[in-house]
């Protein structure tokens, strides 16, 4: 189970507890209350937040609801204070009725629309409707006391008082989108405008307190809040959408007729993609109105087309919808447009350090060297700004730039967010906008349709549309962040960092190979790759593990084989047999002399005759002439199990035992044990002959 989960349900059963304990609920009661597992709920049929916050619960509990329907508010206040169902849902707190009802914590915030003809701003209106028994009216009346309300029970009746102009707009809940929706009103979020406190769960049956604080404990959860925004979201599309297909099929529109749709090139509203397709705001809008209203739309995109040409199509009405356009006044007898659904920006980029806070305005600019996209909308107001000047024209805006960059010009010309953009993910540090100059130029971007009757029907549809699509999430999506600056400049530190920590890292492993390197050198020979006298003597000091066993080994006659073959073949040699130990022996083994090797490792006695028979004597075949030899070893070894001495002892009588083994041509091995041990003291080392093998402990 998910450890935050667990602690969850932990706190909920806690505060139970404590409820119990502070409430004065005995135990028996809410066991009770518990066990009837069913309870009646009053919600609306359309109430859907209601159902799912309490189908929610019944998920993470072993409670179950009932639903009893009713239409009006102010009949499920009624039912819950007297006693016909358990509980209600999405009540706001006020003091009236905190002594009428017992309230969970706040569970969510009810969404809460203003619903008027023509999109009339709130704080321009003076008389507002309201549900009778909601708690809107109490709060227009205390935040807004210039403002007019009057309380309706009947829709039809608060529609027809908005036709009349009665009303300026109707305050309502999600309950009543649908229905305002459906006359033909708009909607609008007041959320941000009215401060309607978030709402709670109620009950009027004491013996259900304690469940408010399990329903509140399930509702806070990260998740379950995620999910009835997104439900509150989906419903409201779905709403939207169902309105505005309605409205597309009542338009005389032929929904059967495809809707061509030419895409002016214009980055960020209109460019193309890595894979050469269409992209940008404006061909995102284009796609979620097609979509929401079901419309067959055919996207046209040709770079190459000259904006007179476009723009010539689309009056003859040989093309349906033209985005983005700038909504002149000249066009506005040709066509007919949409409203804005994005805002351009002139401004005037130069490098970082040219010439600060000297010029303020564009037309200060007839000395400088200024550079333009051709045949945008910028180059036609800067030829206005400066007459008769030679401007440096460019294909594109990342040409522009390019030439700012380099020198070619000092002043270029373009929209600020294609600006933001290009600088954003080029990572380009060394330009920046001039803020000294003054705001030059602005225009809204619309969809242009032709003055037709077709194309009317069209405008009004897209504008409706508008109105259900999130156009700041479009534009944020194609627009660098709101601190890009800053962002590109952490960039480069993180770079410049990872660079410096690399290059540390780089340091490191090199300073650890080069230990590595030198390490491993001091500690092996470099003809047997096996470990040296050195790195024996390290040990030297250690107590030889008891299960351990230790040989000393000298090859015979290795003198007269160097005279006789040469010291490349006596290299061979040792290298020879020092692999036969890799392959007999599993432990350490080290070259400590010219022919003296010294092997320490783990075996039974069984295995180490084994291992003395492989070393004793070995075949060796001269390279280039033919000649085999037959090579001798004679060993010193002290098996294991036999004494606790340090190595360094031990080196010195299987010394002796090599050497005595040497001597004797029909020995090739002397194993030591106690009692050898004691007579090699006694012969080599008389000072000590009252030694006694130190017992196996």
């Known amino acids: 189970m998910n450890p935050n989960r667990v602690l969850t349900i932990t706190t909920m059963l806690f505060r139970m507890v404590v409820l119990i304990v502070l409430i004065g609920v005995s135990p028996a009661s809410f066991a009770q209350t518990a066990l009837q597992k069913t309870f009646v ?3 609306h049929e359309r109430d859907f937040i209601a159902r799912f916050i309490f189908s929610t619960i019944e998920k993470q509990s072993n409670i179950a609801f009932q639903y009893v ?38 569970i969510n915030i009810e969404p809460t629309y203003l619903f008027n003809i023509e999109g009339k701003p709130f704080d321009d209106m003076h008389v507002i409707g309201t549900t009778i028994g909601t708690a809107f009216n109490d709060i227009i009346q205390r935040y807004y006391p210039n403002k007019r309300v009057l309380s309706f029970n009947d829709y039809d009746v608060a529609h027809e008082s908005l036709l009349a102009g009665d009303i300026d707009g109707y305050i309502g809940t999600f309950l009543q989108l649908e229905n305002f929706l459906s006359a033909g009103f708009k909607a609008a979020s007041i959320n941000d405008r009215l401060s309607i406190p978030p709402v709670s769960i109620v009950t009027n049956k004491p013996q259900n307190q304690p469940l408010l604080t399990l329903f ?43 809707v061509e749709i030419y895409l002016n090139p214009r980055p960020p509203y209109v460019f193309s993609s890595s894979s050469d397709q269409p992209t940008g705001i404006s061909v995102e809008f284009a796609k979620k109105i097609c979509t929401l209203n079901q419309l067959k739309c055919n996207m046209v995109y040709d770079p190459t087309e000259t904006w007179s040409a476009s723009l010539q199509k689309l009056t003859l009405g040989e093309r349906d919808v033209t985005p983005p356009i700038t909504d002149f006044a000249h066009r506005q007898h040709l066509l007919w447009f949409s409203r804005p659904y994005a805002t351009i920006n002139g401004v005037i980029a130069k490098r970082i350090g040219y010439k600060e806070e000297v010029y303020r305005h564009i037309s200060e600019l007839f000395a400088e060297k200024v550079g333009v996209v051709e045949n945008d909308v910028f180059s036609s107001v ?10 440096t024209y460019y294909c594109n805006t ?13 002043y270029a010309v373009t929209s600020k967010v294609t600006l933001d953009t290009l600088l954003y993910e080029n990572t ?7 803020r000294h100059f003054r705001p030059f130029y602005q225009s809204d971007l619309s969809f242009g349709f ?41 960039e480069s530190d993180k770079r410049r960092l990872n660079i410096i920590n690399a290059l540390l890292a780089l340091l490191v492993l090199v300073t650890f190979l080069f230990g590595y390197i030198t ?8 003809l047997t790759k096996l470990k040296n006298r050195h790195a024996l003597n390290r040990i030297s000091k250690q107590f030889l593990d008891k299960d351990n066993g230790l040989i000393y080994i000298d090859l015979n006659r290795f003198k007269h084989i160097n005279d006789t073959y040469g010291r490349t073949v006596g290299d061979q040699v040792l290298r020879c047999y020092a692999k036969r130990l890799r392959e007999t022996i599993d432990g350490e083994i080290y070259r400590i002399g010219g022919d003296e090797f010294v092997a320490i490792t783990e075996c039974s006695t069984d295995e180490l005759d084994s291992i003395l028979k492989q070393l004793e004597s070995y075949p060796f075949i001269v390279r280039g002439s033919g000649v085999t030899l037959t090579l001798h070893a004679s060993l010193g070894v002290f098996p294991p199990n036999t004494s606790a001495l340090r190595i360094k002892q031990l080196l010195i009588y299987t010394d002796f035992a090599m050497y005595e083994a040497k001597r004797n041509d029909s020995v090739r091995s002397i194993i030591i044990d106690d009692n050898k041990l004691t007579d090699l003291i006694a012969i080599h080392e008389p000072s000590k002959r009252s030694y006694q093998p130190t017992p196996e402990l």
Do not use: C, M
């Open 41 to 43: 709920v009053a919600a």
């Open 69 to 106: 329907n009713y239409p009006d508010f102010s009949d499920r206040l009624e039912a819950v204070e007297s006693g016909y169902v358990d509980f209600a849902a999405n009540v706001t707190f006020t003091k009236n009725r905190s002594s009428r009802f017992i309230f969970s914590q706040p």
């Open 216 to 258: 509140s404990d399930i509702i806070a959860q990260d998740e379950v809040e995620k999910e009835i925004r997104q439900f509150i979201d989906d419903y409201i599309t779905e709403i939207a959408i169902k309105q505005l297909r309605k409205k597309v099929k009542s338009s005389g529109l032929d929904l059967d007729a495809t």
């Open 382 to 391: 800067t030829r206005r700004s400066l007459p008769n000047k030679t401007l």
């Open 398 to 410: 990342e040409r522009l730039i390019k030439g700012l960059i380099t020198g070619e010009v000092d």
């Open 428 to 434: 380009i540090t060394n330009v920046t906008e001039d």
């Open 450 to 490: 032709p003055k037709t009757e077709r194309g009317q029907t069209l405008a009004q549809l897209f504008n409706r549309t508008l109105d259900f699509i999130d156009a700041d999430a479009i534009n944020r999506h194609h627009q660098p962040p709101a601190k890009w600056r800053e962002l590109n400049e952490k």
């Open 519 to 526: 390490n491993h050198r001091a500690n092996h020979d470099a």
